[in-house]
């Protein structure tokens, strides 16, 4: 059995949904949303595996409300913006729904759920978020077989991690689908620092600072230990007053 929502601002749109999932016992309704506010409590409340998400509406659209969940679910669209914007969806979500569709276009939508998961759109909402603003206050990261979104004021430090990086916050390890070079541009440089080829720190996080050799070392306020690379210490010298 899997959870499902439906978000989408037209009542006769959320009515068609419903009326289809009738035919699939498997999906059980646990909420609907007609706007995106709405829609972000009863999903991060809920917790479904699938949300059934229009885009164009009132305020928060679809995309916005992927930037708010603590967790992704699986995500079908239904929308009807242009071919442009469904070739984006058709590459990076499990299917879209253009308005109006039929029985048997849902049905063919319904069945790709087995072969899906919430990774499926992971590219589309990352790219959204890290777009949206020159410093994004949130990102999306991994954590076990799940996908959620880290405040970036949570996080203590940044490692590389092959073409990933892993990033640490108080309590977790979380492995971002982006490298630290391009962590390191999105990031907002007045409270993340890079100290060497592979770490960046966040500046509130740092308790305490030493002597290492010719460099430095870092005590961090989760007690983590991060070392400063020669070629990164006029940077740490520069903060010392």
Do not use: C, W
């Not at 998400?53 to 708010?68: A, N, R, S, Y």
Request: proline letters at 4%; charged letters at 30%.
């Amino acid at each position: 059995m899997k959870k499902v929502v439906i978000v989408d601002d037209e009542k006769s749109g959320r009515a068609l949904i419903k009326e289809y999932l009738e035919n699939h016992k498997e999906l059980i309704l646990v909420g609907e949303a007609n706007n995106g506010v709405d829609a972000i409590k009863i999903i991060n409340e809920f917790q479904p595996d699938l949300v059934f998400m229009d885009i164009q509406m009132p305020g928060l659209t679809g995309f916005d409300v992927l930037e708010h969940l603590q967790e992704l679910p699986t995500i079908i669209f239904s929308t009807a913006y242009d071919k442009y914007a469904l070739q984006a969806f058709e590459v990076h979500a499990v299917d879209y729904l253009l308005k109006p569709y039929t029985r048997e276009r849902f049905d063919k939508a319904i069945s790709k759920l087995k072969d899906s998961s919430p990774q499926h759109i992971v590219p589309l909402a990352d790219q959204h978020i890290m777009s949206k603003t020159e410093y994004p206050d949130r990102m999306i990261v991994e954590k076990g077989s799940k996908y959620v979104t880290l405040a970036t004021e949570d996080i203590y430090h940044i490692e590389a991690y092959g073409d990933y990086s892993k990033i640490y916050d108080t309590k977790d390890v979380y492995i971002s689908n982006r490298g630290i070079s391009q962590l390191e541009e999105k990031l907002n440089p007045k409270q993340f620092l890079r100290i060497h080829r592979s770490s960046i720190v966040s500046l509130p996080a740092i308790k305490e600072v030493s002597k290492y050799g010719k460099s430095y070392l870092l005590i961090l306020k989760n007690d983590e230990k991060v070392k400063v690379s020669r070629s990164y210490a006029d940077k740490i010298k520069e903060l010392i007053l």
